[in-house]
């Protein structure tokens, strides 16, 4: 379906970074879910540039509910999102059109739409539509947290700086839901931004490893093949701009180990069946069992550097050597966490409806 | 769509592991293609048990057409494939069906099917599925071979053992389709094979992870968010029981490097555009730059270990200790190599033929 | 999805009329739901070949059901029903394989598939494709029945011979849950094989005209645009071969009226909202509004006739007459008719497990 | 996927009667098709309220192209049309929002949505959604015209007035293709707006049913079962609010004839395989066989009247009897032609590029 994505319910994204407007429509969702401007507000300043460790241009990223939503809740009928695109400045990139940005589509676009999209900002491609994901997965965000599902996402690891693993969830989930600097350690955090900071001051980059939590999922969701938990969440995942890793748990550690140390033990607490490792991130062939699902993703440096690179002049078909001026940012996994909860919010409420039916969501009993 | 993936072209899979029959049906492929009996032997045997370091389960797997082939070529309408399962042992399981087994999925099918679920040898969620999904595959890969694409896969690492970095990728892919154990340095090879056997010996298992390479794909094809050939890659590769994390070209090691590293910077090769390295794994943007598609997945350790594990009796909601019995493979990274081939070529089907119409993949002249 | 229908539920169809099987995959169904043998006998007695108004090629039509169904229930898992064919007489098609069969899809496979299809018995077009629609639509017929959603079709009109209108609905749907000929009134009826003896005996063939009702369905079900409830009967219904016409309610006498005639007037009985008449076939702006459902379907005459009739020689490209052999039926929107219950049942269990959830077709409390 | 439509090509559409936007996305849609504002602007005003047999709310239907659309050709990503909606009178419509109007979506809209839904106006089922169906159809059709692909859709009849039948289809879809009134015979047309004319004084409405042809179409399209040419067709056509029936070729009169009279014979006509009769309207086992697709759609009467209407008061829970005010079409056939056309189009579009590829519609050769 392209740029569509979800079954129950379900995103269509559309936009370029420099047209008149990006947005998105959300299909599929229940009628009757508060629409919680303050909560959404909350999740677009968590996407928002960040002082000097981020790029100049901001936008207002304020949406516009042109349809499907009435009386402050929504009708049930599609939810489509605009915002508008006022800061833009298309002149600095008309100059360098035809140098392919390594790293970035410029290449892939052109081969693709055979030279008709939209170059200016990365076009459909940009960073930028990430904006309206976030504001539709803050509606679904909030809705879940209706129903006891909470989802938080920090700085794993950049460069040779870990942060503490996840303790208490709910806690940590709650520290993280705040535009502040995405770390569960403070200190942790301020060497990140060190290494922001120094990489940008030399006209460079950097990349990070972001680690999610969801707390409160029911046991018995997903499907066993092609529908497993980890498929879905994987296919949104990998549609974030960025994104080149994605593993649910143990992840790659897992060559590192044998069964008798990576399989989750059972064991009773009351009436509930929990696992007393959680080594397979909470899903066991493709389900939900019930613990938290847990997975990470790697965000590669982002690919607009101050730095010269050299490339291709694609009309002129040489090599060529390119010099980006611009606004960019050194590095966006800090400000992609909150895209990276936006899609996990989007896939499980699909999943969730798929189960348990269209206006489970909404249900306030649930 | 459940267990059903693709939009072009779909496979549709279906069968319990005690059942009397497993299978897939492939619809929307192309009609005019040669059904290559010795070619999808050949990768039915590269998933066939091993010896010693696999279990004593061993099925003919015959792939039986019963619609949609004719005078031995696809016909176009929907490919029905069965394989009966004859060497089943459905005993063995009976006793212990109340007890979880740790890693596995008897406990989310459960939660989700609601005890009706088939139990004997993980029902639906077993491996043996995969032979269908080898024998789809290999109808798809040898199209793709036709159209100068090919497919191959080697274990990358298991424990502290490596295989050799992908060099020549037209010899590595050929010297990996064969039932041979896939390393690309046969000393690494045998290292692992004895990492594997010695954990058997201590009723262990170990897991590992593979590494592809596609090589002749065409430029262009994938869509820019939702559809990304990351995200829909990653989407069927995540179906595979065991995977538990995709990652491509650098992958999670991004997070190690400078963006002045990672990205991978274009040159004209005569009259192409080629990236002096391949970090991005072929992939800019969603959408293939013409490079070779390089991606990585772990496969966990084998859940069954015949070690006495801690879980529950979910019959009597207590704690319990499960001692299997059975037939298990101590590791199964070197015969799911070929599953996650045959998912490739499956996903990379269906993106071409989105792309230059269902025809294309029967096209000689391609 | 083309020969993939549904979301929730999806059934996915194969199998040519000559191969050595024809079936069918149900996914996305509920566990728990019994498999009621006589239930399924029932209804493929009802698609059965009746006498002399029938072609003498008669089937077992006995479904096995090789995944799915465990302890005579669903699963939950993809459910694959498998029929013999058995009784095949290829050497009738041979002969004539190149004289494209007026009315029949001979032409178009070959333009779709360029040949490669299987022509034998009208191959993948055969309406034997239809049984294993029957014994999907019966699990899921017998699964609604249990939630109190009654299906009935009768034949409406054959030539000049009306059946009466539907009266009592619980009754006249009873009535027509049997293999008999399907017509409320036995007399129009009995004239109406009348009609189909003498086309037979005159070597031609007669079509007619069917009318469903639905009773028990909630309102609310349906979605505003393009998954109208109207939309997703009707893509299913003209899957079936020979349909060329589907109306709702009134349908196309709708162009005779006026809006006071057509509109149909609210009133409260009771606590329920119905409406005076049912000119909109239970359905308003595509959803349900809680009244019975009510179509027709018109099935064309069968295009296998045995006199000799004008066509062309595909091979030669030449005109030629053709001259029919073999087993064909004069009429068989009798025999369709429970075919259309079928579908019914299908697109509304869909419907209904997108709005209330996969289990709630197994819900007992309902 | 409920408001989305469509698998190469899809269209999703949003908005409310009375909010501040309706629009549409359209996805999958080749680079490089020009955006031709005359034909787009044509194509709205065929469907443009007419003088006094028309509503009085006369909106502007500018198209605002926010995506997908760059130096005037498509560029290949989403492409979102959204429309001002300015004209709107909500407060005739919260006198009476709890009197359910016969005919309309009122009640089943509370039933699905929970009184959540905006009824103003009819709200997401009003009919004003299909002016972006509109603008996304006129691109469809003007790219299929640049392949010789030609739609058009006359009034056939209304009450006892019949328009004069199809003849030479060039010279009458050129006819067709004007804000005119829709029918062939001018005179026939002049006596259908007098009927109107009539209905409308006597504060009543009037339907019709209206026939649509295709020419140019390449044989072998569509597929065999699920997706058959008649079902999408069908699918997207009864999405189209009224209308409430849909047959092909000679669709419900095939009731009245035997196989001998209905079925087409094929002849050769120089190197093209084509029929004497056209009555399964160029069709034949859901593809297309080359011959122009016919097809009819009914359209019931405008549920609006100005007459006095028996109903409920669905938050009183009692009768209650409703006399509209407000702007209403005492007939919509005439306007809803261009719909027609438009779903024709889409669907076309969407099937041509499964086969043909992505880029088929761009291309100029084809």
């Known amino acids: 379906m392209k740029n569509t994505f979800g079954n129950s319910i379900s995103v269509t994204l559309f936009g370029e970074s420099h047209g008149s407007h990006i947005g998105a429509v959300i299909d599929g969702i229940a009628p009757g879910i508060e ?13 928002r540039p960040q002082g000097k460790i981020s790029t100049a241009r901001v936008e207002a990223d304020e949406p516009n509910f042109v349809s499907g939503v009435f009386e402050g809740k929504t009708t049930g009928t599609p939810l489509c999102i605009i ?63 209706n129903k006891g599902i909470f989802i938080g996402t920090h700085i794993k690891r950049c460069q040779n700086i870990s942060d503490r693993p996840f303790g208490d969830l709910k806690s940590d989930i709650k520290k993280l839901n705040t535009p502040a600097f995405p770390t569960l350690d403070d200190r942790a955090g301020a060497e990140i931004v060190k290494i922001i900071e120094t990489a940008a001051a030399e006209k460079d980059s950097v990349g990070g490893i972001l680690e ?45 180990v044998r069964g008798s140390q990576a399989n989750d033990s059972f064991y009773m607490d009351g009436d509930t069946v929990k696992t007393k490792t959680n080594n397979n991130g909470g899903i066991n062939g493709g389900i939900t069992n019930g613990m938290p699902i847990v997975f990470s993703t790697v965000i590669k440096p982002t690919a607009s550097i101050f730095r010269p690179q050299d490339t291709v002049d694609i009309a002129k078909m040489e090599n060529a050597v390119l010099e980006l001026k611009g606004r960019h940012d050194p590095a966006i996994f800090h400000r992609a966490r909150v895209v990276i909860d936006s899609i996990t919010a989007i896939c499980l409420c699909d999943m969730l409806c798929q189960r348990f039916g269209t206006d489970w969501l909404a249900d306030k009993e649930g």
Chains 1, 2, 3, 4 share one sequence.
């Open 212 to 256: 999610t939590a969801v707390t409160g999922i029911p046991s018995g969701v997903g499907e066993p093949w092609f529908d497993s938990i980890e498929s879905v969440l994987a296919h949104g995942l990998f549609a974030v701009p960025a994104v080149k890793g994605v593993e649910f748990g143990a992840g790659f550690a897992f060559a590192d």
């Open 83 to 145: 915002m508008e695109n006022s800061n833009t400045k298309s002149k600095d990139y008309s100059k360098t059109k035809d140098l392919m940005r390594p790293g970035h589509a410029d290449f892939t676009a052109i081969e693709k739409y055979h030279g008709f999209a939209d170059y200016r900002g990365g076009g459909h491609f940009s960073g930028r539509l990430t904006a309206p994901i976030v504001a539709a997965g803050a509606i679904m965000a909030k809705a879940l947290e």
């Open 35 to 47: 629409i919680d401007m303050d909560y959404i507000h909350n999740k677009i300043d968590q996407r």
